[in-house]
Every structure is written in structure tokens, then in C-alpha cells.
């Protein structure tokens, strides 16, 4: 599966952003979708995942209860709703899928094995 993220650009403190992860090559109902975040310097990290099925979602405790992770299987993208931005936001967001992921490994970023080009975000106060 190949995977295009955008949406990135520069939001205002306390303000909102949605990213999109459009999939293609794929059948994309069968991959369980993550959003990554890295910083220049530092390893990549959570952000939030969605299960194949769409039921169940988990998030990073840094942006629990302000990013919201969803799907549409009919458009094969995930989106990634972000409010209540902060500076500590700024990164470049990627997004990843994989199959055959148990619950332990939706966390871990070389568990995927397929990877979006990332898309900057950049939150200004």
C-alpha cells in the first residue's frame, strides 16, 4: 500500500489543523493506520492509531482528549484532527499501516511496515 500524507502547515497556539493519510495499491480496510510525529534530533514518536475495523482508537497521553484519529474506509484516508494546538506539537507528522499488528505493537514505529512522506506542522505562539 502507498501512502500520501498532507495537510500539514502553520497553525496559532490554540488553534486547529487536520492532517489526511490517503492510502492507494491497498485494500486499506485491512491496516491499521498510525500517525508518527518527529522532531529534527529526536526519535519518532506516538501520536495516535486507528484499528483496521475503525472501532478502536489510542492515543499518546500528549494529545489525549485534543487530536482525534478517524477513517473512511470508502476514501481509504485516516485523518488526524488536531485542536487545542502547542508549540511542542511542531513536528513532521507521518503517517503508517500495517496488517498484522497485535495491540502491544500499535505503538512501536518499527512495526510498520509502510510509511507516508510526512507532512510539517508548525504551531506558532
Known amino acids: 500500500v502507498q501512502l500520501q500524507a498532507s495537510g500539514g502547515g502553520l497553525a496559532q497556539v490554540g488553534g486547529s489543523l487536520r492532517v489526511s493519510c490517503a492510502a492507494s495499491?491497498?485494500?486499506?480496510?485491512?491496516?491499521?493506520v498510525a500517525w508518527f510525529r518527529q522532531v529534527t534530533g529526536k526519535e519518532r514518536e506516538f501520536v495516535a492509531a486507528?484499528?483496521?475495523?475503525?472501532?478502536?482508537?489510542y492515543y499518546a497521553d500528549a494529545v489525549k482528549g485534543r487530536f482525534t484519529i478517524s477513517r473512511d474506509n470508502a476514501k481509504s484516508t485516516v485523518y488526524l484532527q488536531m485542536n487545542s494546538l502547542r508549540p511542542e506539537d511542531t513536528a513532521v507528522y507521518y503517517c503508517?499501516?500495517?496488517?498484522?499488528?497485535?495491540?502491544?505493537?500499535?505503538?512501536?514505529?518499527?512495526?510498520?511496515?509502510?510509511w507516508g512522506q510526512g507532512t510539517l506542522v508548525t504551531v506558532s505562539s
Open positions: 503508517a499501516a500495517d496488517r498484522d499488528l497485535i495491540m502491544s505493537s500499535i505503538r512501536i514505529f518499527g512495526q510498520y511496515d509502510y
Open positions: 495499491g491497498g485494500t486499506f480496510s485491512s491496516y491499521t
Open positions: 486507528i484499528k483496521r475495523s475503525g472501532g478502536a482508537t
